[in-house]
Nanobody
Framework: QLQLVESGGGLVQPGGSRRLSCAAS????????MGWFRQVPGQEREFVAA????????SYADSVKGRFTISRDNAKNTVYLQMTTLKPEDTAVYYC????????????????WGQGTQVTVSS
């Protein structure tokens, strides 16, 4: 089993920035493509960003392209989501996920999930 633990959520003002972290343990981290998803109550969990095993390839949802950056540090078994120019519509629970695929943007392509961290964008 691969365990994933997110951190870094909280209250942010519109236009502000926040960095989320996801620490992995239990399996060889560099064997997994990683992704971030988010979910608002009553809505489906949606794709935000993904990164390949070695970090050379990334993919973003159109809604966050140019504002969010996904990265990973395989030596630290951690994946990050740097969020800038945050908007109220970015408010959601953010989930980290791992896939045995090199890169995946579909929710069903992921094998392991964290518990989520709440990000609230409000003044």
């Amino acid at each position: 089993q691969l365990q994933l633990v997110e951190s870094g959520g909280g209250l942010v003002q519109p236009g502000g920035s926040r960095r989320l972290s996801c620490a992995a343990s239990g399996r060889t981290f560099s064997n997994y493509g990683m992704g971030w998803f988010r979910q608002v109550p009553g809505q489906e969990r949606e794709f935000v960003a993904a990164i390949s095993y070695g970090g050379t390839s990334t993919s973003y949802a159109d809604s966050v392209k140019g504002r969010f950056t996904i990265s990973r540090d395989n030596a630290k078994n951690t994946v990050y989501l740097q969020m800038t120019t945050l908007k109220p519509e970015d408010t959601a629970v953010y989930y980290c996920a791992a896939t045995v695929l090199r890169l995946a943007i579909m929710r069903h392509g992921y094998n392991y999930w964290g518990q989520g961290t709440q990000v609230t964008v409000s003044s």
